[in-house]
């Protein structure tokens, strides 16, 4: 069946962007006359009438699937069209079966469709809001696109929406506008660049949604992120990305695999990689619940951050999954939990990298994108350690996981039971090791305020667990969450050591590194007077009793 102009336009676009991924397995001799069609019906060299349509058919495309002639044809890789994978549980087709789905519905892993549909309803309007002010009429140098990535893009119920705003600057520097002249003066000062973009976007943000946002603020992190909180407690975080001229001629911003945008490629390439990406999608909801009931998700808390994990089980899907999976049911799914467990609870964690790509170069372990005790590995260039901010403490917490639950399906034989007991596990902070805690107290005036100094405070976190590892010596297990007791402008945050408190207090090289930890509270450049902060160091005794009394 002929496809109309617009609808060839459009396969040949999506042709040229997977010969990209796939250049080794499309033949170079015939790119050039690629002619696509669409196939409705096959009939074995059956002689059949002809079908005659009087108007175009236009339907939805949700994959992709690309198949590979073996003894018959199997999907090698499924494709996802569209910027975002729709959540599992909404709108559910494929090849789920019954009795996983019942599981999942019954454990309340699915995202409610309130909480997906608000994320959704903010990314669109958002879209709208920078269209606004980033336009052909007011940018002819340059190019914006606004883009999700991470758990939204993944179609996960995460905490925060993640966004990428991206300005590509063009080959031609015809007719500037005044905004073209601004953008081109700052383009060779990124940081300023930077900042002038966020201030705009915060000026029109603040225009559009007016009395619809709690928090609207510039963290000055290791990259400046604008985060925004609106009323209904969804959390935008706003990343900008500018991207100098391309010596490549791209056919659109996504189809440049060679200057990846920040979040969004890597994400495509593990889409690519797992094969299936819904089985990827209930796979990665499940190991990730479990995560973080048991205290080890959180790249801030020296553990893994929610693209490692999804890293760990792209590994697992792509290495396990059955090419003619046309019907996954619970028990394929335990299968896949079994081999999750055995694998990582038994991988050398101390020398090896866990990585997708098999193009992996030698990287420099000293370079900021290469350091953590667990190497984890992007799946494109240049391959960065996903997993930078564990250190050995909290890498060997991870493992204890690990094993832990390899060994409580290693014993039972249930698959029903045992997914729902390795759901029930819960947090053991502090774990039976840990003899001192330091307990971290932080207030303020308004609860905006209080948020903007537990997020400073975080940021400043990792490097005081390093010091406390590698210059004072210590075992630390961190914990995840941030407490709210008596009073609701106060949280509480405790660190854990192996040693009692006496020894700690007389320990000179730690007292060095929590001084110069809280030294950086003191010169945080937006505290006001009402932003305090104080700490407490104590027994495990101690600490347990005062919980007991809230």
Known sequence: MPLNFQSTKYIKQLHAQIKQLFSQCLCKTIDDNYNPYLTTGQFDGQVKSKLTLTNSIQFPVRYISILQKLTSFHVIYQL???SVLEPIGLNQFGNINCDLEEFFNQMNLYENRKSYEQKQEKFQRLSICFEEIFNKNTLHCFTCAFLPYGSFRLGLNGEDLDTVLVLSQQKSLENKTNLDQTFLRLRYQLPELTNLILDLLEKQIH??????????????????????????????????????????DEIDLLSSFYEPIHGVHDIERLIIYVRYPIIFQYFLTFIRTWAQHTGIYGQVYGYLGGFSWAILCAYICHKFLSLNTYSFSLEQFFILIQKFFSIYSQFNWTYESLCLSTKIHYSDPTNVGNRGSMRILCPSPP???TSRSTINSTRNLIIENFQYVHNIIEKTKNYNDTLKEILQLSNQFPNKTIQSI?????SGQTISELHQWVGYMKSRLAHFLTDCEEDCELFVQTDTKIE????????????????????????????YSLNKFLGQFKLCSFRSDTMKFSYKLM???????????I
């Open 80 to 82: 996802p069209l569209g």
């Open 207 to 248: 225009h559009v949604f007016n009395n619809e946002i709690i928090d609207c603020r510039n963290i000055q992190a290791i990259y400046p992120i604008l985060s925004i909180l609106f009323n209904d407690q969804t959390r935008v975080e706003i990343f900008v990305q500018i991207k100098e001229v391309s010596i490549l």
């Open 383 to 385: 391959f960065n350690n």
């Open 438 to 442: 330091l307990q971290l107290t932080l």
């Open 484 to 511: 709210i007791r008596k009073k609701n402008l106060e949280r509480y945050y405790s660190i854990g050591f192996q040693v009692n408190e006496q020894i700690l207090s007389r320990h000179r090289q730690f007292y």
């Open 539 to 549: 027994s495990i005794n101690v600490w347990n009793n005062q919980r007991t009394q």
